[in-house]
Nanobody, 120 residues
Framework: QVQLVESGGGLVQAGGSLRLSCAASQRIFSSNVMGWYRQAPGKQREPVATITSGGVPFYADFVKGRFTISRDNAENTVSLQMHSLKPEDTAVYYC??????????????WGRGTQVTVSS
């Protein structure tokens, strides 16, 4: 059974930090690129960051220098550390697993999402 479960969302003031985590089933985690997408109200879902099974990260331009993606292959978890949060980062953040790297990443499995709200 495919399972991706996010945690760590919440409300934070602009300039603050949050850390999102995603626990994945071993079958999915071990063979897939892991990533985070987000969807703001009224907007399309967009990629935020990905990380290969070997630990190579890729970031959307709008989060470079502020967000860090990491994975723990022993615990089957992927995390997104977010710093210097802005109100425009407000969105539902989705963990996913897929194939391809960087700009060629294609998510195949999705979590249910966790809400991140950044107040001004």
């Amino acid at each position: 059974q495919v399972q991706l479960v996010e945690s760590g969302g919440g409300l934070v003031q602009a300039g603050g930090s949050l850390r999102l985590s995603c626990a994945a089933s071993q079958r999915i985690f071990s063979s897939n690129v892991m990533g985070w997408y987000r969807q703001a109200p009224g907007k399309q879902r967009e990629p935020v960051a990905t990380i290969t099974s070997g630990g190579v990260p890729f970031y959307a331009d709008f989060v470079k220098g502020r967000f860090t993606i990491s994975r723990d292959n022993a615990e089957n978890t992927v995390s997104l550390q977010m710093h210097s949060l802005k109100p425009e980062d407000t969105a539902v953040y989705y963990c996913n697993a897929g194939s391809g790297g960087g700009a060629y990443y294609t998510p195949n499995y999705w979590g249910r999402g966790t809400q991140v709200t950044v107040s001004s």
